[in-house]
């Protein structure tokens, strides 16, 4: 099982650019997540699917929108890129059976807007 | 105030020492707790859950104070692998079960 993948690992942009993060689990799981991780920020909440068919905002969802495409994939867009969007992307997804809320992560993107 | 507050460090302990992170969390709604570790330009992975009876795994020992609204983590005789930045999670209830990081304290042990 290769768990949770992102492409692309790398990315800079020039203002104004849009692009697409793609996400993908292969655990069955049925919520999937968006953050961003900026130094001395920690990890905060973009943009969560509790599951397939629906998406919710989460702590800094401005100028991200989402697409939950089916189970196994969950992708963020940014429409117009700002030099503010620079940052460390994770995608997590979790399981909502049970008591579980591991949340496991893909390896993330490192996106650079100029 | 930030929802989750650690400590960020950095700490730089020697082998063989016993380091302790401490984090509050300010949501008394939060219902359970864990620890991540981030290696270097990695992702987050699970270290371990909290409760409130305590627990430990190995070298590890997490405690939880629900009244002082505090979480703690004890790492005994610290190897060089253990190098890594921990983060504290709360996580409050709901189907998406929502996790809240602190933003992380940076541990180098040295040789």
């Known amino acids: 099982n290769a768990g949770v993948t992102q492409t692309p690992k790398f990315q800079v942009l020039k203002t104004g650019q849009s692009m697409t993060l793609q996400c993908a689990q292969d655990m069955n799981h049925n919520s999937m997540y968006w953050y961003r991780q900026d130094p001395g920020m920690g990890l905060r909440l973009i943009y969560y699917?509790?599951?397939?068919?629906?998406?919710d905002k989460g702590e800094v969802p401005n100028g991200y929108n989402v697409s939950r495409l089916n189970k196994r994939e969950f992708s963020l867009r940014l429409e117009s890129a700002a030099p503010s969007q620079t940052s460390v992307y994770f995608c997590?997804?979790?399981?909502?059976?049970?008591?579980?809320?591991?949340?496991?992560f893909g390896p993330g993107t490192r996106l650079t807007v100029l | 105030r930030k929802e989750v507050e650690q400590d960020p460090g950095p700490f730089n302990v020697p082998e063989g020492a016993t380091v302790a992170f401490n984090c509050t969390y300010s949501?008394?709604?939060?219902?359970?707790f864990f620890w991540y570790r981030q290696d270097c330009r990695k992702e987050p992975k699970l270290l371990m859950s909290?409760?409130?009876s305590g627990n430990e795994d190995g070298r590890f020992t997490a405690q939880l104070n629900r009244a002082s609204q505090y979480i703690s983590l004890l790492i005994r005789d610290s190897k060089l692998s253990d190098s890594a930045t921990y983060l504290c999670v709360a996580v409050l209830s709901g189907s998406a079960r929502q996790l809240t990081f602190g933003s992380g304290t940076q541990l180098t042990v040295l040789p």
């Open positions: 699917s509790a599951s397939e068919g629906t998406t």
């Open positions: 909290v409760y409130s």
């Open positions: 949501n008394s709604a939060s219902q359970s």
């Open positions: 997590a997804s979790s399981t909502t059976s049970g008591t579980s809320t591991e949340q496991f």
